[in-house]
């Protein structure tokens, strides 16, 4: 079965400055795709950044990127200078597919990410 | 309007009651989904369905029911709440072949 391990249950970084979560996750597969999710304090559940697993290319959006290792199973998110509206929960996911088409995501446990200005 | 509405926002009920969590659409997705948060656990899979007539279990589902009336509502039901069953429940699309999830922006429920 796929598993997601976040080994930091918080984190803390400067405004402005550069921080990294940890993922690493369990699969057998060959092919799969891999998200980071930020939820703020409003709860809402946010896609910040997706990771398709053939692509070699880290994936960026903006100030976010990832550290994709496939042969490690590592996938970290990268947060570059940082800001206070980055401070929330952050959920690594793997995507597994069903025959039907369907898809489950498997989380991890989540990062609290402080911002300290 | 939300793309996924969960009704109510937050509740608080009491042990033995029975409870629905509603959870409703306007994406089109045929696949729906009820997760619960919990802290230091991360989410975790109750429920999905993949169309109206298929409905299957996720890693949790003891203790809950769910129905699925129409292709856009997706209830979660708890037939005699209890304590642990306190957590952040949160309702989810998606369409197929797609990339991730849409999410609602869940359900606080106590019980006391």
């Known amino acids: 079965a796929q598993t997601v391990t976040q080994s930091q249950p918080e984190m803390s970084v400067q405004e402005a400055e550069t921080v990294t979560l940890s993922c690493t996750y369990d699969?057998?597969?060959?092919?799969?795709?891999l998200f980071w999710y930020k939820q703020p304090p409003s709860r809402q559940m946010i896609l910040v950044i997706r990771?398709?697993?053939?692509?070699?290319q880290n994936a960026t959006e903006n100030r976010f990127s990832v550290n994709f290792q496939k042969a490690a199973k590592s996938f970290s998110l990268k947060i570059s200078d940082s800001q206070l509206g980055d401070a929330a929960m952050y959920f690594c996911a793997y995507r597994v597919m069903f025959l039907q088409g369907a898809q489950k995501l498997v989380f991890g446990q989540g990062t609290r990410l402080t911002i300290n200005p | 309007d939300a793309d996924v509405t969960q009704t109510p926002r937050n509740r608080i009920t009491k042990t033995g009651k029975r409870i629905m969590l509603e959870c409703s659409q306007t994406k089109g997705h045929d696949r729906m989904y009820w997760y619960r948060q919990d802290p230091g656990l991360g989410l975790r899979l109750i429920y999905y369905?993949?169309?109206?007539?298929?409905?299957n279990k996720g890693e949790i589902s003891d203790g809950y029911s769910v129905s699925r009336q129409a292709q856009a509502k997706f209830s979660l039901s708890l037939e005699s709440a209890i304590p642990n069953q306190t957590a952040l429940y949160f309702c989810a699309t998606s369409e197929t072949g797609g990339y991730g999830y849409t999410f609602g922006s869940g359900t606080r429920l106590t019980v006391v």
């Open positions: 699969t057998s597969e060959s092919d799969y795709y």
């Open positions: 990771q398709e697993a053939y692509k070699q």
């Open positions: 369905s993949f169309d109206v007539k298929d409905i």
